[in-house]
């Protein structure tokens, strides 16, 4: 067959990681279809949307990466699309389509995702245009039964293709894990790399107690899994879970440099100090994330700020690290287990008892309280 009478195929997605899904994927279309071209268009990643999203150079190295393990590398029809990318802006599903339409004028045009992506593409921009230039190609995964429901017509190929969700994986790995939905030279890539706050957690791990260190993981662990409840994306929840406790080792006049360099206009940090020095860990460790970390978000290092204390009119950010600190699994007390499933259920119900549970702490004690943590309490009565 004449190469411009061959398909050409768009493999669109994020690619962040690119899995064994996405390689099986490939592989049976280039199977079935024995394409001209399969275009991988890695889309464009926005800043607001993630932290630091992984650059589309390096998801284009472990894509290739993928590629070779799954026995693809070599193969002259795959090619990686910078086409997204470039645009540094969100580009619609329809304009890719545009795209490749004007560049193979002649050739028909499939455009590949999992099932689960057909379940929402009606409400995609423009449907109409893609269905007209383009035949949906989709590979059906395993128990998912969507693709029956969504009324959208399509080409199914053949084969059983691996559950692999994205979101999960990115979590997995930044807690420090290795999925078994990626390919082992994806996850040498990230190594190397230092990809997926990898980088981040080396740093933690050599100023933090061993046992410090496994809670910041599993304030981490319970601050993914809340995330989407709290309104907060991934990463940001991940980075900052991850540092909120990163002064907490440090050696006393490293605490107090540190404290007092994050608010020096206010007397708070002092009266901490010397009120309960305890505290301090946490002013300290937003100084810290900034100076060791070069953690510039602001709605991160006020999480850290005000995850021991709280404070009125916390973000949505640092009321899911106040949350997970308290009541993550690695928690023996009783009251952990229990905000932690009110969480799932109500997230600021679980909110406002983390605050009851620190004050009643707090006073049981018999000490100073403070007063921030009294404020919170008072805000959120006025609220009601
Ligand atoms: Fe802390
Ligand atoms: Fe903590």
């Given at each position: 067959?004449?190469d411009?009478?061959?398909?050409?195929?768009?493999?669109?997605?994020?690619?962040?990681?690119?899995h064994r899904?996405?390689?099986?994927?490939?592989?049976?279309a280039l199977?079935q279809?024995n394409?001209?071209?399969?275009?991988?268009?890695?889309?464009?990643?926005?800043?607001?949307k993630?932290l630091r999203?992984?650059?589309f150079?390096?998801?284009?190295a472990m894509l290739?990466?993928?590629?070779a393990?799954a026995?693809?590398?070599g193969r002259?029809?795959?090619?990686?699309?910078?086409?997204?990318?470039?645009q540094?802006?969100v580009?619609?599903t329809?304009e890719?389509v545009?795209?490749?339409?004007?560049?193979?004028p002649g050739?028909?045009?499939?455009?590949?995702m999992?099932s689960?992506?057909?379940?929402?593409?009606?409400?995609?921009?423009r449907p109409g245009?893609?269905?007209?230039n383009?035949?949906?190609?989709?590979?059906l995964?395993p128990?998912?039964?969507?693709?029956?429901?969504?009324g959208?017509?399509?080409t199914?190929l053949?084969?059983?293709?691996?559950?692999a969700?994205?979101?999960?994986?990115?979590?997995?790995?930044f807690?420090?894990?290795?999925?078994a939905q990626l390919h082992?030279?994806v996850l040498?890539?990230?190594?190397?790399?230092s990809?997926?706050?990898?980088?981040?957690r080396?740093l933690?791990r050599?100023?933090l107690?061993?046992?410090?260190f496994a809670?910041?993981l599993?304030t981490a662990?319970?601050?993914?899994?809340?995330?989407?409840?709290?309104?907060?994306?991934?990463?940001?929840?991940?980075?900052?879970?991850l540092l909120?406790?990163?002064?907490?080792?440090?050696p006393?006049a490293?605490?107090?440099r540190?404290?007092l360099?994050?608010?020096?206009r206010t007397?708070?940090?002092?009266?901490?100090?010397?009120?309960?020095?305890?505290?301090?860990?946490?002013?300290?460790?937003?100084?810290?994330a900034r100076e060791k970390f070069?953690v510039?978000?602001?709605?991160?290092?006020e999480?850290?700020?005000?995850h021991?204390?709280?404070?009125?009119?916390?973000?949505?950010l640092?009321?899911?690290?106040y949350?997970?600190?308290l009541?993550n699994?690695?928690?023996?007390?009783?009251e952990?287990?229990l905000?932690r499933?009110?969480?799932f259920?109500d997230?600021?119900?679980?909110f406002?008892?983390?605050?009851?549970i620190?004050l009643v702490?707090?006073?049981s004690?018999?000490?100073?309280v403070?007063?921030?943590?009294?404020s919170?309490?008072?805000s959120?009565?006025k609220?009601?």
């Open positions: 067959m004449p411009e009478k061959r398909p050409v195929i768009i493999y669109g997605g994020s690619f962040d990681p690119p899904g996405h390689t099986a994927l490939a592989a049976a199977r279809l394409p001209a071209v399969l275009y991988f268009v890695p889309g464009f990643h926005t800043p607001f993630d999203p992984a650059a150079s390096g998801r284009a290739k990466a993928a590629l393990e026995g693809l590398a002259k029809e795959i090619k990686i699309s910078s086409f997204e990318a470039d540094k802006r580009v619609y329809y890719t545009a795209h490749f339409r004007r560049l193979h050739a028909p045009v499939y455009f590949l999992g689960d992506c057909l379940a929402g593409f009606k409400g995609w921009r245009f893609i269905l007209k383009t035949r949906l190609l989709a590979g995964r128990g998912c039964a969507m693709h029956r429901r969504s959208v017509p399509f199914a053949a084969g059983r293709f691996p559950r969700d994205s979101t999960r994986i990115r979590a997995e790995l807690l420090g894990g290795r999925p082992r030279a040498d890539l990230i190594a190397a790399r990809l997926y706050l990898a980088r981040e080396a933690l050599k100023l107690s061993p046992a410090r809670h910041s599993h662990e319970l601050a993914l899994r809340l995330a989407g409840a709290a309104g907060v994306p991934q990463q940001k929840a991940a980075l900052a879970a909120h406790d990163c002064a907490r080792d440090l006393a490293e605490l107090r540190c404290c360099k994050r608010a020096p007397a708070l940090p002092e009266l901490t100090l010397k009120e309960a020095p305890v505290l301090a860990h946490a002013w300290a460790g937003a100084a810290l070069g510039k978000d602001a709605e991160i290092l999480a850290i700020e005000q021991a204390t709280g404070a009125p009119g916390m973000g949505p640092a009321r899911l690290i949350v997970s600190d009541a699994q690695g928690r023996a007390f009783r952990a287990k905000v499933a009110l969480a259920k997230f600021e119900a679980a406002r008892a983390a605050n009851y620190k702490y707090a006073f004690g018999g000490g100073w403070h007063p921030l943590s009294v919170l309490w008072n959120l009565q609220k009601r």
